[in-house]
């Protein structure tokens, strides 16, 4: 290979120099406050001013296209409107027609009581000899020939199934209203249980508080019904005492008691000539009242044990639950000094940082010359 000397390209040294006075013309004009505060864009101008007009001549169509409709819709409101009114006014005159054509008071059940031409309408006492209202006397009609049987039976099943009719209209209408009070009672009911779990749950959690308040009321209850259980107790015995050494002294018993029975039979007694006990039912009553302080007595002791045993569990659930609030404190200051510890080490790594920052990433300040690099191309 040979060395040879390569030209530069005149085409392209061309183009480069006509940028390079392109580009200073272009800073000229930029760089030049006067002219660039007082030069106007004509163009831009005129094309912003038509661009507007042309906004406000498609706002303009718009709203008058939005009017139009808006009054076609008044229209067809209006017409919908008389309809409306047409219809109604329709149905009440088909309603008072229906009323009376339908409805006339003639067809009442009751209007032969309440018609004012009742009497004019009124047949005299006697029409001919056939007459149906002529009774036995006139010799025209006699008993059991119900000679207007068969139109009697067809009124009678006519008022008949009319009354049925009536019936089950009232029937169906009596079960309509007693499922809807069916609805409206089982509506009710859910919100009342609902409503009582509610006061259930907050019944609970007052509980819950007051429990240990009322401990010690309670024992003090305990203490004070005791003392009033042995009182009563103690006075109960000796109003029994007392009662039996007074039928035991008292004549009553020391009298013949055969005196008593009665003749009807051995086990009547005569009221006024009964004597009292003898001393085998006496025996009977002594031994009922024997058992009867032995099982008070034992009903004494089980609720004295159930009570001591309620005082225990209740001791016990104290003092654990004194242990766990022990252990929540403990808890908490071990989390307590974990997370100052943590907190330490956070601020300690943020000074670091900082440190770091300001005497490696942040050492070199920019000077006056690092700013007049700016400003120096129009692009």
């Known amino acids: 290979m040979y060395k040879v000397d390569i030209q530069a390209d005149t085409k392209e040294a061309t183009a480069i120099e006509a940028r390079r006075n392109r580009e200073k013309q272009r800073q000229s004009r930029i760089f030049n406050a006067r002219f660039r505060t007082m030069g106007v864009d004509v163009v831009g101008l005129k094309s912003q001013v038509e661009e507007r007009k042309r906004r406000e001549n498609a706002e303009k169509q718009r709203e008058e296209a939005f009017d139009a409709d808006r009054i076609q819709c008044d229209k067809i409101a209006q017409m919908l409107a008389e309809e409306e009114q047409q219809r109604k006014r329709r149905l009440n005159q088909e309603l008072v027609a229906f009323h009376q054509q339908k409805q006339q008071p003639s067809t009442r059940r009751e209007w032969d009581i309440h018609d004012p031409a009742a009497v004019r309408k009124g047949h005299p006492a006697r029409v001919s000899d056939d007459d149906p209202r002529c009774g036995p006397s006139s010799l025209q009609r006699f008993a059991g020939e119900d000679l207007n049987g068969a139109t009697r039976q067809k009124l009678l099943k006519e008022q008949n199934k009319r009354d049925l009719e009536e019936q089950r209209t009232e029937r169906e209408k009596a079960l309509a209203d007693r499922r809807y009070a069916d609805t409206l009672e089982d509506k009710k009911r859910i ?128 003092r654990a639950a004194m242990a766990m609030e022990e252990q929540e404190q403990d808890f908490r200051l071990q989390l307590r000094k974990s997370l100052d510890a943590y907190n330490q080490q956070l601020a300690d790594a943020q000074k670091a940082n900082l440190r770091y920052l300001e005497k490696e990433v942040y050492s070199n300040a920019p000077t006056a010359q690092y700013h007049l690099q700016f400003n120096t191309s129009s692009r």
């Not at 308040?213 to 107790?233: G, P, S, T, Y």
Request: aromatic share 4%; with cysteine; glycine share 2%.
């Open 191 to 318: 919100e009342l249980d609902q409503r009582a779990l509610e006061l259930a749950r907050l019944e609970d959690e007052c509980r819950k508080v007051k429990a240990m308040a009322i401990a010690d009321f309670n024992r003090a209850q305990a203490a004070e019904v005791a003392e009033k259980q042995r009182l009563a107790q103690q006075r109960e015995q000796d109003n029994n005492d007392a009662e039996i050494h007074n039928h035991l002294t008292s004549d009553i018993l020391t009298e013949n008691p055969e005196v008593a029975k009665s003749l009807v039979g051995p086990h009547r007694i005569v009221p006024y000539r009964w004597k009292g006990m003898s001393p085998e039912q006496l025996e009977a009553v002594r031994r009922t009242q024997t058992e009867q302080c032995k099982e008070n007595q034992r009903l004494r002791e089980e609720q004295r044990q159930w009570e001591a045993e309620w005082d225990r569990q209740r001791h016990l659930a104290a």
